[in-house]
Structures are given as C-alpha cells and as structure tokens.
C-alpha cells in the first residue's frame, strides 16, 4: 500500500502495564468474546477456554455479564514514543477515517473515529481484560480497537499471510466492527444473541464478522493506495483466518455449526465483493445467505 502520503491518525493511547479482569471473571470476557477480531474461534481463543475450564468456568456462562476491568495501566498519547509499525498502524487508521468521513458525509451523517489502543501482551479494555492470544479486537464500550502490533508477525509466521496490505486488512475489519457499531448493528446483534442458542448466536456472528470483511474491502477499495500484490495479500490473509482452515490446522474437523468468523471461502467472497463494489450497501450480510 501507498503509504508514504497518508496522515496518521491521532486517535491512539499506548497502554503500559498490565490489566486484570474487575467485577468477577465473567464481566469483561463476557462482553468481549462476541467482539473480538480476526481470531476469535482459533487457536488463542481455545488456549483461554481450555484455561477458563481448567479453572472449573464453563466459557459459555461468560457471554454476556458486565463488569469492568481493573485498570493497572498507564496512557501515553505522545506520538514520539511511538514504534515504526505503530506510526504505520495510524497512517492505516487515518486511511479509514478518510473513507468512512466521506461514506458518512454523503449520507448526511458524521462519521466519529474510533481510537486505536495499542498494548502489548496484556492490556487493560471497556470489555475486559485485553490479551494478546486473543488478537487484535474491538470493544463497544469504549468504541476502540485494541491491537498488540506483535500479531502482525504472527499473522506472517503462523499464518501465512504476509505483506502489509493483510495487517492493513486486519485494522479496516476491526474499523467495521466500529461502524457496524455506530450503525446500530452490534447492539441488535448481541440483544438477538442473548434470546437464542449456541448455534444460532454463532450464525449471527458470523454474518456480522463477514460484513466486517466486506467492509474491509470498501476501505481498501476507496483509499485508492492499492498497488499491485496487495489483492492477492488480501485474499490470503482472509483464507488463512477462515474457521475451517483454522480447525483443520488445530487437527480438528471443520464443524460450520460453531463457525464465528465464517469460512474462508465466505470470507474472501465478502472481502472481493467490497473491493469489487466500494459500496457498503453491498455488504448487507443478514439480507442473504452469507454465501
């Protein structure tokens, strides 16, 4: 991606520290499974449930409890102690805010940004506890993206997808979890999960996950900063982190039913039909099959 022009962004915090779960266990990671990003249902989020039921917690009795988290860290907004890939993270976050202010604008709206926190390993969030394993995710109640920039080379090495084209990827789908949220979508979302089952909810899910991929790529389409390779970074990027692909590379049997994220081929679908469009009303994944 054609950067180098791009202004960064100024709606950061860099956490340091380390923050703990307030308010009983349930609280934070109740809230903040249904929202996380780009690895909810892969092999970090098993390490955390398999130790949540080690501690004799059932995870599923988590999904919706409040509570707070205790707030052990500390803020920097100085742009000067920021890292090389943080300053590119923000020159990714500006990008979208660029977008998304003229989709918004042209609807008669006004497009608020999200802040993008940036903590490393352990952090502090609105819905809990932010952790590493978990990857990058957003979080409605303080309406931020949380990221440990160490994912970026775990997305490489683990997964496969390297190429600055996929991490720019992985902030514009959280940035849609954003706009989903200032649309309305994840409160309705969460209030219908919160009335049917485990199957059902994880449907819901998954459709509001591929919006967020096809999101992604109006962003990517209306930044007009693609250069040659960054579609097919793209593509991989959104293979590697399908739920089958990931329950394959766990040694497990591909199960739709528990699908969060959806499949890869559904999420390359609705990552090339926003760079094919630019235009988020082609992104209603509840008015289709999801397919």
């Known amino acids: 991606m054609r950067l180098d022009d791009e202004r960064e962004s100024s709606n950061f915090e860099v956490q340091s520290g380390r923050g703990g779960f307030g308010g009983g266990l349930g609280g934070g990671l109740g809230m903040l499974l249904p929202f996380i990003g780009s690895r909810f249902g892969c092999g970090g989020i098993v390490v955390v449930f398999i130790i949540l039921a080690v501690m004799g917690v059932n995870p599923l009795s988590l999904i919706g409890g409040g509570g707070g988290v205790q707030q052990n860290v500390s803020v920097s907004r100085d742009p000067q102690k920021l890292s090389e890939i943080q300053h590119w993270s923000l020159k990714v976050l500006g990008s979208t805010e660029r977008v998304w202010g003229q989709i918004f604008q042209q609807s008669g709206q006004q497009y608020q940004p999200t802040v993008l926190s940036f903590y490393s390993q352990a952090g502090a969030s609105g819905c809990g506890a932010a952790q590493s394993a978990m990857g990058p995710f957003y979080c409605p109640n303080d309406k931020k993206v949380y990221l440990d920039t160490d994912f970026f080379t775990e997305l490489r090495q683990r997964f496969g997808a390297p190429g600055d084209f996929a991490q720019a990827y992985v902030i514009a789908h959280e940035v849609g979890h954003h706009v989903q949220d200032l649309e309305g979508t994840l409160g309705q979302v969460q209030q219908r999960q919160r009335s049917v089952g485990e199957e059902e909810g994880n449907a819901l899910q998954v459709r509001v996950e591929l919006q ?10 209306r930044t007009g900063l693609m250069e040659a390779g960054d579609l097919e970074e793209g593509m991989t990027a ?9 329950q394959k590379a766990a040694g497990r049997r591909p199960v739709p039913e528990s699908f969060t994220h959806g499949s890869s081929e559904q999420r390359m679908t609705w990552l ?20």
Not at 212 to 221: F, N, R, S, T
Not at 272 to 289: I, V
């Open 238 to 246: 959104a293979q590697s982190i399908g739920d089958d692909t990931l």
């Open 212 to 221: 967020a991929d096809c999101y992604a790529g109006v962003w990517a389409k």
């Open 272 to 291: 090339r039909k926003g760079l094919d469009s630019g235009d988020p009303a082609q992104c209603d994944t509840f008015a289709s099959a999801a397919r």
